[in-house]
């Protein structure tokens, strides 16, 4: 994309409307290429990841213009290789990032070159192409989505593993298979109250308007080849081509999608799931 | 309003026998336990009890918090019911269960309508301005004496190409054959081609030539003289010289990437036939290669390589210019960097280079100014010259290109729809001499580029949207 920026929308913008605010200039360090923000609530601050210098930067949350990142983790120590997503658990104080083969689990405080908490990886773990991740800090679960392994290669899926876990262990369950609709994940939204996983299924990456894309809602107590309780499809209906990013307003009963081949932001009322 | 109005109507007798009912029912079975606190609260209102239910008081109903009308849709009560039996029946069969298609019309929607243009390219024998859109996916060709006055909408392209049969999406990069009069377009991402369309190309149809680009491709430069293009990979840190009619999956003639290059999140490129140069524009974001290990090397086509990066090793560096030797390769250190604080480098985007006069174009998208240097500037220098301010309509600009004949300078304006021409020797606050826009005047562009992620900030109740 030609040009990096965060924009910070109301949230009943609708149309054209312009944002409130735009993050975005040198002194951000922001790059293309995010794939991923969350916002803290507990400690009014939002997070994204910069690939290409393979850092993560936690802004202040009324972050405004060319305003730098109140702290960045880069460094060697980190072992921060390609930092596609990240999700942040305030009420453990954490930072979890999926790179790749591993799950990296920082301090939420850390700041600089700093080394991870704990490293979940290993053969058992079935990391691959782990490209991003969510915590659920009422039932203790970090759930990980996997990206397709090239195209028509093998499909992604959603392991979920014990929050806690450390090292080369097995994950608890596994969605995956035909039955899912998976073919990878990308944005990954949580809702503890209920156990919910809220996954975008953006389809083929290539495919500009792929079949089959579609938000799907699971349970964390799914495993196997599971459809989806809910979906929300890419249809005329619906207005969505390719979803790629979700995230939840339980105040307002409502889900949020960024949809990349439409460059906009689609809202739908959700009590569903609420 | 009809309908709504009976269904009410209906529903609020109905709704009040059976609350009568059951506070009836109430009373009766609660006779007994609560005689007593029955018998003094009678008493107290002057009554007796006399086996049957009275009304003891009327209390308000407690005020409900939120909203107490919220709209639920018909397919919430299937839903709902299907959450209950779920819940109660928890070792169902996964084999058994079925999604509910939950699909709907969306409350609200953030979109631009109009062209983001991200590039630009001029022809002038045949009066060619191509610009890419990103937001729309589009190709616009329109003429290079269109002037849109400010009361109308937007300029009538001469054709547009866009659509799912033209392998182009987020485009970052343009140039057009000046003898052919083909467009090159470049994609950025999710389409991994470099796109080549006749000039008779319109409307959603297939390239007459496709080139397979690393990801993260974005500039694009031609040495006419020795047929070759020149390609930045943001993704590689890299920058990919191949073939000018190179097709397929065919290979680079040669790549310049390594730690020594300071090549760092490359973006502009452009060649400098006089002087024999290669110039590079940088964000700053970089990562190192380890030399040990061949994944980092780039190989370019369908070989792939070249995204491994030791971890822990990235970086952030100023913006920058780098120059090179034009045959530079591998992991060659430019010549000289143009980088500092008194550079106003902040993102530049596109560049151009105008040989006979020996300067370096640079949009310079987050300062909304195209800096000016010389070639032969070097370290943390000032532009000799800056065209920026309210005059000039210069917003966020990611393009720029020269029109040496007429001695003209373009900006793509990402920042307010628009593209926009200058005398060549331009400096200052200059309004342009001509525009073309893509959408109504003095509308800004939301810029909303490939959004990946989506987050929403509870506390200022605001959806924060990433590029």
Redesign the interface.
């Known amino acids: 994309?030609?040009?990096?920026?965060?924009?910070?929308?109301?949230?009943?913008?609708?149309?054209?409307?312009?944002?409130?605010r735009l993050v975005?200039?040198?002194d951000t360090?922001?790059?293309?290429?995010?794939?991923?923000?969350?916002?803290d609530?507990a400690n009014?601050e939002?997070l994204?990841t910069?690939p290409?210098?393979?850092?993560i930067l936690i802004f202040a949350?009324?972050a405004d213009g060319?305003q730098p990142p109140a702290r960045i983790i880069?460094?060697?120590?980190?072992?921060?290789?390609?930092p596609d997503?990240l999700d942040v658990d305030p009420a453990h104080d954490e930072i979890i990032i999926p790179?790749e083969t591993a799950i990296l689990v920082f301090s939420r405080k850390a700041s600089g070159?700093a080394a991870p908490l704990r490293v979940i990886e290993g053969p058992d773990t079935m990391l691959r192409r782990a490209t991003s991740a969510a915590v659920d800090p009422v039932h203790n679960l970090i759930i990980v989505g996997l990206n397709q392994g090239g195209r028509r290669g093998t499909p992604g899926a959603l392991l979920i593993f014990n929050r806690t876990d450390n090292g080369n262990v097995k994950p608890r369950a596994v969605i995956r298979g035909p039955?899912s609709?998976i073919t990878r994940i990308?944005?990954i939204a949580l809702y503890p109250e209920k156990g919910w996983i809220v996954a975008t299924q953006p389809g083929e990456?290539?495919d500009?308007?792929p079949e089959g894309a579609f938000i799907?809602v699971w349970?964390i107590?799914?495993?196997?080849?599971?459809?989806?309780?809910?979906?929300?499809?890419a249809?005329a209906?619906?207005?969505m081509k390719k979803p790629?990013?979700?995230?939840?307003?339980p105040?307002n009963?409502?889900m949020?999608?960024?949809?990349?081949r439409?460059?906009?932001?689609?809202?739908?009322?959700?009590?569903?799931i609420f | 309003m009809t309908g709504r109005r009976s269904r009410i109507g209906t529903g609020i007798p109905t709704v009040a026998l059976v609350l009568a009912a059951a506070a009836g029912v109430w009373l009766l079975f609660a006779h007994n336990a609560k005689e007593p606190e029955l018998r003094v609260a009678s008493q107290h209102a002057l009554r007796a009890p006399n086996g049957q239910p009275q009304l003891v008081s009327i209390e308000p109903l407690p005020e409900m918090p939120g909203e107490t009308c919220e709209w639920i849709p018909a397919s919430a009560r299937v839903s709902l019911l299907q959450e209950r039996r779920a819940a109660s029946s928890s070792a169902e069969s996964s084999d058994e269960r079925r999604t509910l298609d939950m699909d709907r019309a969306p409350v609200r929607t953030i979109r631009d309508p109009n062209p983001s243009y991200s590039a630009i390219a001029v022809e002038p024998a045949s009066d060619m301005v191509v610009v890419t859109d990103e937001n729309l996916f589009q190709v616009l060709e329109y003429n290079r004496l269109d002037n849109t006055p400010p009361t109308a909408k937007m300029t009538e392209p001469k054709r547009v190409i866009g659509g799912t049969n033209t392998k182009t999406e987020m485009m970052c990069g343009v140039y057009i054959d000046p003898k052919t009069l083909d467009t090159y377009v470049v994609n950025n991402d999710t389409q991994d081609w470099l796109a080549i369309f006749s000039k008779q190309a319109k409307g959603n149809v297939a390239p007459d030539r496709v080139l397979a680009t690393p990801h993260g491709t974005f500039g694009i430069a031609v040495d006419e003289a020795k047929q070759e293009m020149y390609l930045t990979v943001q993704h590689q840190n890299a920058v990919y010289v191949y073939r000018k009619l190179a097709s397929g999956n065919e290979k680079p003639l040669r790549v310049l990437a390594g730690n020594d290059t300071q090549l760092e999140d490359p973006h502009g490129v452009a060649v400098d036939t006089k002087n024999n140069l290669l110039i590079v524009s940088n964000h700053g974001n970089v990562s190192y290669r380890d030399p040990n290990d061949p994944e980092s090397v780039p190989r370019g086509g369908a070989e792939g390589g070249g995204r491994s990066f030791r971890p822990g090793s990235g970086e952030f560096q100023p913006a920058s210019i780098t120059i090179y030797s034009r045959d530079a390769k591998e992991n060659q250190r430019p010549l000289r960097v143009i980088e500092g604080p008194k550079t106003r480098l902040n993102w530049p985007g596109q560049i151009a280079v105008d040989e006979e006069r020996g300067e370096i174009y640079v949009a310079n998208d987050m300062d909304h100014s195209i800096a000016v240097f010389k070639i032969s500037d070097s370290g943390d220098i000032a532009p000799t010259r800056l065209i920026r301010g309210p005059k000039s309509g210069i917003q966020n600009p990611t393009g720029v290109t020269l029109d040496l004949k007429n001695k003209e300078l373009w900006v793509a304006n990402m920042g307010n729809h628009s593209a926009t021409a200058y005398p060549l020797g331009s400096n200052g606050d200059v309004a342009p001499i001509r525009k073309i826009r893509g959408g109504p005047a003095e509308e800004p562009a939301l810029m909303i580029g490939n959004p990946g992620a989506v987050g929403y900030d509870s506390k200022r109740q605001e959806i924060l949207v990433p590029n």
């Open positions: 994309m030609a040009h990096p920026q965060i924009a910070a929308f109301a949230r009943l913008a609708k149309g054209g409307a312009t944002p409130n975005a200039g040198q360090k922001l790059s293309r290429t995010m794939h991923d923000i969350r916002y609530a009014d939002f994204v910069n290409f210098a393979q850092a949350g009324g060319n880069q460094g060697p120590s980190t072992r921060i290789g390609d997503r790179n070159n039955k609709g990308n944005q990456g290539a500009m308007e799907g349970s107590n799914d495993n196997g080849d599971v459809p989806p309780r809910w979906k929300i499809n249809n209906k619906s207005a790629r990013g979700v995230v939840l307003d105040k009963k409502e949020i999608v960024a949809d990349m439409l460059n906009s932001i689609i809202t739908y009322y959700f009590p569903e």
